[in-house]
């Protein structure tokens, strides 16, 4: 390690980065450039076609993604949810400063509303999409901050 490295890039330092796998990156990447603001970092083509790589950020979050269907991403058995039957066992969560404008932006471009933009019991207003890919994303913005024991009581008014 040189002395003007990081051990951890500051982009990595607080996050467990999702590494999310589809059939179509590119289209995949131009969907979330399209719905959620998306931007590309970089990318790097897999030899035999295809992305093997590639990094986006979307609002403070990166996101790393690949196509499923490269002979690398295929000897590591990884699977896009269209491979898995249309399921995934993932779900992304994602901060935003205005979760209604992002709503209509994604829907707009392709993503399947699941719960519309609602005031939940945590204090964050929230939407759940499907993206085009197959991948679940809750998007959610901060509107009140909530005690433990509130959040205790309105889960028992809610259950």
Not at 19 to 45: C, K, L, P, Q, T
Not at 63 to 90: K, N, R, Y
Not at 119 to 125: A, E, I, K, Q
């Given at each position: ?15 467990v980065i999702p590494h999310i796998m589809v059939d179509d990156a590119a ?133």
């Amino acid at each position: 390690m040189t002395e003007n490295s990081a051990e951890i890039p500051d982009r990595y330092r607080y996050a467990v980065i999702p590494h999310i796998m589809v059939d179509d990156a590119a289209s995949a990447i131009d969907f979330y450039r399209r719905a959620f603001g998306a931007r590309e970092d970089f990318r790097v083509d897999a030899p035999g076609g295809g992305i093997l790589h590639a990094e986006i950020t979307v609002g403070r979050s990166a996101l790393m993604l690949g196509d499923a269907s490269t002979d690398e991403a295929e000897a590591a058995s990884f699977a896009s949810p269209a491979a898995l039957g249309g399921g995934t066992s993932v779900t992304l969560h994602v901060f935003v400063p205005d979760v209604d404008a992002l709503a209509a932006r994604a829907e707009a471009a392709g993503a399947e509303i699941l719960q519309p933009p609602t005031d939940m019991f945590h204090g964050d207003r929230t939407v759940v999409l499907k993206d085009p890919a197959g991948h679940i994303w809750v998007f959610l913005t901060h509107v009140e901050d909530v005690s433990e024991e509130e959040l205790r009581r309105r889960l028992t008014v809610v259950g």
